[in-house]
């Protein structure tokens, strides 16, 4: 092997094997596109997108890993989403989670976006 040498495989490669999947259907009711980028926690996505949030807990877009999701305003479209692996902290994005995953209350979180008005749709 050559340092910095790029050896690849013939075969694809599968995305996230073995992993959990979750799909959720997301509706962007605002007036400009919204992109969710892979590794975004999609729970904390923009307040304009309506979908039930607590199914994406600890949720992360299934593509790879520069990829990301568009939903134009006024429409729905399905993701695929599977877990946040790792450690399973998320810092930053909408200030809902900051923090260890599996130690925060997903309601309390939600609570949290809603105040701020951010849209949830319960699924049933």
Do not use: C
């Amino acid at each position: 092997m050559i340092p910095g040498q790029i050896i690849r495989r013939d075969e694809p490669v599968e995305l996230n094997a073995g992993l959990p999947v979750t799909t959720v259907a997301i509706t962007n009711t605002g007036l400009v596109p919204v992109h969710i980028t892979a590794h975004y926690h999609v729970f904390e996505a923009n307040p304009h997108l309506a979908f039930d949030r607590l199914a994406t807990w600890g949720m992360r877009l299934d593509v790879p890993s520069d990829g990301a999701v568009r939903i134009e305003p006024r429409s729905t479209v399905t993701v695929t989403l599977v877990p946040i692996g790792g450690a399973r902290v998320v810092h930053g994005f909408n200030d809902a989670v900051n923090g260890p995953l599996d130690e925060t209350d997903p309601n309390e979180a939600l609570a949290k976006l809603i105040e701020r008005g951010f849209r949830h749709v319960p699924a049933g």
